[in-house]
């Protein structure tokens, strides 16, 4: 069982310092999801991929924010100049057809 | 503005009884409508799911009621177990183009299952 692998599992770093997260999405997965979560809440959208389209960015996803998906393959989501603010548990999922999603155990950030 | 609203925040059932968790959409864009189960430490994992043009779908234990009219959906958890303990979330989606298929999530509910 393959399924969807993030990494790292946690990373902490100093606020102002870049951080990046890769995820393997199932190999036969053409669509590819970043969700963001806080404690106590629900996964928020953060953006999507098509194949290597980068098709729809949140309003959360600030200009610190970027996400990557070369040749439609793994993913990576970058945040630079990290706050603390952004400390949360970022999610990633990825489906073939319509709407059923698998996610990832995700990668908890933490900002000090 | 939350689309999703979840209730109740936690809940605790004995083992064997029924779980009712209730969520209240707003969008009436929203056309599909699953239930996620998370364990502490891991990701969220597809339940069950319900499209609008049925009321009630049953898979195993578990149960999703819709009620189109009301905008209101619930998962319910039939002869629970101390292992469906975990935290439960609603979510909606409606196509937003480029098959775009985002959701919104409610808030979640704990479910504790007392042996």
């Known amino acids: 069982d393959t399924g969807v692998s993030q990494n790292p599992r946690h990373k902490i770093t100093k606020r102002g310092q870049n951080v990046t997260f890769r995820c393997d999405p199932i190999?036969?997965?053409?669509?590819l999801y970043w969700y963001r979560q806080t404690l106590g809440q629900g996964p928020e959208f953060l953006t999507y991929?098509?194949?290597?389209?980068?098709?729809?960015k949140s309003r959360l996803l600030s200009d610190r924010f970027s996400a990557e998906r070369p040749k439609g393959s793994f993913s990576t989501l970058e945040i630079q100049r990290t706050e603390q603010g952004d400390s949360a548990m970022y999610l990633c999922?990825?489906?073939?057809?319509?709407?059923?999603?698998?996610f990832g155990s995700g990668t908890r950030l933490t900002v000090v | 503005q939350q689309q999703v609203k979840q209730s109740p925040q936690s809940l605790i059932v004995q083992k064997g009884g029924i779980s009712i968790i209730n969520c209240a959409y707003e969008?009436?864009?929203?056309?599909?409508f699953p239930w996620y189960q998370q364990f502490p430490g891991k990701g969220p994992a597809l339940l069950i799911a319900?499209?609008?043009?049925?009321s009630e779908k049953k898979e195993g234990r578990f149960t999703i009621s819709f009620n189109k009219s009301a905008k209101q959906f619930s998962l319910h958890i039939m002869d629970s177990q101390p292992g469906d303990s975990a935290t439960y979330f609603c979510?909606?989606?409606?196509?937003?183009?480029?098959?775009?298929?985002?959701?919104?999530f409610g808030k979640g509910t704990l479910l504790t299952v007392n042996p």
């Open positions: 999922a990825s489906s073939s057809s319509g709407r059923g999603y698998t």
């Open positions: 969008n009436t864009a929203f056309d599909y």
């Open positions: 190999s036969e997965h053409n669509r």
């Open positions: 979510a909606a989606s409606t196509y937003s183009g480029g098959s775009n298929y985002k959701l919104t």
């Open positions: 319900i499209r609008p043009d049925v």
């Open positions: 991929f098509q194949n290597e389209a980068q098709l729809e």
